[in-house]
């Protein structure tokens, strides 16, 4: 097992290394002088130069690269070209709404994916698996923006039970904070939740087939009990895979929500640096993303060896 | 790389080519899937068409004193913000949304297809080099790419176009190394091989027609993702630009027309819905159709 790990470990860190690199070169390296690009092109040439050696862009690119990649590594990710302010700070602001968004986004997800997943396959091609299935049809063709604007449709607009966007924030109450979040999140959930309910349905199915359950069965467990202590754990392994995969699709998706609800997280934060120039932020926050996303995946293909030790067998 | 045995073996009898399989056409018009979802891209697919000889008004004209009238015979969805006829630009916006598509999974194939079977075919080193850097392009969701691109180069078309076909290379590498593998292991293969023929010329003959059936069903749902990629980046701003119409950005604009006209939110919105929904259920049928063993338990 420690085999494995540590050979997924090396593959992780090869992974950020080759993200970071990227990211650079295109959002630092590709720009041009990004000192240029702040001031726009009728800057003096003598005021472009002081800007160029203040931020540190009169440096040789290696040396920026590694300057950057070991700011990472001890939390100083330099200063906003815009604010001035140090990146970490703007992004640690924001993700106080993007990671609770993602979580609540997440965690629904799993609810409404597990119990849409194990209701139809326990009831397989009857109506309530049929017209399950047809509705995670719908779900997965729509836009997970377009769902968010019919949700203020019908809860801001029509109903007026909640606000259309906007963050009450949490200093108020975590109540307010949450009733902020919750159309955000419902609008990312419900079209993951309709993947990963199929996904669910076909892993499940795929189990129930297999001997040991016909033997659980035998051995005089109930229906009920096969499904949650043998089934379960075992139709896992797919469901877990396609988690980690949704999970990149959440990131992103929350960039998009985020910009329906106006909320101001990660999402709203790149936006805005993108239209400033602010190449330093964008840099930072991208390469949070790609971390996120490399990192979850490195969890759910250890988690995986976990529940089911023939996997590390098969990847030495 | 394997000697050629220099022995006379009839690899044409031995060649498995793929055809369309016998009554092809008689089970696809029985298929629910194949039906609704062909009617569907057809549907969304003739917008497009019928959108470069004939709209019912022009898209691009902008006329104000004609704003957000409801619909009427001469509007028959009504008008948006700027006075432009609703139903011309969904249907300009079909072509704009089919034609990122196209170029965007276009640009997934091609690339793709051709690092996938380069892998099934080189193996070993070559093999895995690929697969890592398929792995580390997942890394990089398309809303990412178009971040990276658009925060150097503005956003626009060519911006949201490479961003969607470079998300669309990893899954294409992985569907076609894993079905080249296979047809790799089969036995008219090793027939070619004991024939003299080399990696590329079995590749071409061999492979590439064996996989294409997965390759089509495959690109069917690629063009969905690239669908939704499109509107998503549209919305953002990062897409398409104005004055060309496209979905993502009718929605953007009905946005802050909620409590005025919320039937302009709802429009481009069903569109892009139908749009994948048709090329999805489209997938789904030939998938059963071609590949029967690929159909699962959905």
Redesign the interface.
């Known amino acids: 097992m420690s085999v494995f790990i540590f050979r997924r470990f090396l593959?992780l860190i090869?992974?950020l290394l080759?993200?970071s690199l990227i990211?650079f070169l295109?959002?630092d390296a590709?720009?041009g002088n990004a000192a240029q690009m702040l001031m726009g092109a009728d800057a003096s040439p003598d005021a472009v130069r002081a800007l160029t050696i203040k931020l540190g862009l009169d440096q040789p690119l290696y040396y920026r690269y590694v300057h950057w990649v070991m700011g990472l590594l001890t939390g100083d990710l330099g200063n906003s070209y815009v604010y001035g302010t140090p990146v970490a700070g703007l992004i640690a602001e924001r993700l106080t709404l993007t990671i609770p968004l993602a979580i609540m986004s997440m965690s629904m997800t799993v609810v409404l994916a597990l119990s849409a997943g194990i209701y139809t396959a326990a009831n397989?091609n009857k109506l309530g698996d049929v017209g399950v299935?047809s509705l995670t049809?719908?779900g997965?063709?729509?836009?997970n923006?377009?769902?968010a604007?019919?949700l203020?449709?019908l809860f801001?607009?029509k109903l007026q039970w909640l606000s259309?966007g906007g963050f009450a924030g949490w200093d108020e109450s975590i109540l307010a904070g949450i009733k902020s979040l919750l159309l955000p999140a419902i609008s990312l959930s419900v079209v993951q939740a309709a993947i990963l309910a199929?996904v669910t349905?076909?892993a499940v199915?795929?189990v129930l087939r297999e001997d040991f359950v016909r033997t659980a069965r035998a051995k005089g467990l109930s229906k009920r009990d096969v499904l949650w202590r043998h089934v379960l754990r075992n139709a896992m392994i797919p469901v877990m895979t396609i988690m980690g995969?949704q999970f990149?699709?959440l990131?992103?998706g929350t960039?998009?929500i985020e910009?329906?609800f106006y909320l101001p997280g990660l999402g709203r934060l790149?936006?805005q640096?993108?239209a400033n120039r602010d190449?330093i932020v964008?840099r930072n926050c991208?390469m949070l993303?790609?971390?996120v996303?490399?990192i979850v995946?490195f969890v759910v293909d250890v988690l995986y060896a976990f529940i089911d030790p023939r996997i590390k067998v098969h990847n030495l | 790389m394997s000697t050629p045995i220099s022995a006379s073996v009839d690899v044409g009898a031995a060649t498995v080519r793929p055809q369309v399989p016998t009554g092809f056409w008689r089970r696809a018009l029985r298929h629910r899937s194949f039906v609704i979802g062909g009617t569907l891209s057809l549907m969304v697919l003739g917008a497009a068409l019928l959108s470069l000889v004939w709209t019912p008004w022009s898209a691009y004209e902008i006329d104000v004193a004609s704003k957000l009238r409801p619909p009427s015979a001469a509007h028959w969805l009504g008008t948006d913000v700027l006075g432009r006829d609703i139903v011309s630009l969904l249907l300009v916006g079909a072509r704009s949304t089919i034609m990122v598509g196209i170029i965007a999974v276009g640009i997934g194939i091609t690339f793709g297809v051709s690092l996938g079977l380069l892998a099934a075919a080189r193996r070993g080193w070559t093999e895995e080099l690929i697969m890592?850097m398929s792995?580390?392009t997942?890394?990089?969701?398309?809303?990412?790419s178009a971040?990276?691109?658009?925060?150097?180069a503005g956003p626009g078309m060519v911006t949201s176009i490479t961003a969607i076909g470079i998300f669309q290379i990893p899954t294409l590498v992985r569907v076609t190394r894993g079905s080249a593998n296979a047809i790799w292991a089969r036995e008219f293969v090793l027939a070619a091989r004991a024939s003299g023929k080399g990696g590329f010329r079995i590749t071409i003959e061999h492979v590439l027609p064996n996989v294409l059936p997965i390759l089509i069903v495959q690109a069917t749902i690629q063009f969905?993702l690239a669908i939704?990629a499109e509107?998503?980046l549209s919305?953002?701003g990062l897409g398409t630009q104005p004055p060309q119409p496209s979905w993502g950005r009718m929605?953007n604009d009905?946005?802050t027309l909620?409590?005025q006209s919320?039937m302009l939110?709802?429009y481009?919105?069903a569109a892009?819905?139908?749009a994948?929904?048709g090329l999805?259920?489209l997938g789904d049928g030939l998938r059963d159709l071609l590949d029967p063993r690929l159909s699962?338990?959905?």
């Open positions: 593959t090869a992974t080759g993200a990211i295109v959002l590709l720009p397989h299935m049809q719908f997965i063709a729509l836009p923006f377009w769902f604007i019919l203020i449709l801001s607009v259309a199929r349905r076909s199915l795929e995969l990149a699709n990131l992103a960039i998009v910009n329906v790149i936006f640096s993108i190449l964008v991208v993303l790609a971390g996303v490399v995946n | 890592r792995d580390f997942f890394a990089f969701p398309a809303v990412l971040i990276m691109l658009a925060a150097v969905a939704l509107a998503a919305y953002l929605l009905a946005q909620l409590f919320p939110a709802v481009p919105g892009i819905a139908v994948v929904l999805n259920l699962r338990e959905r």
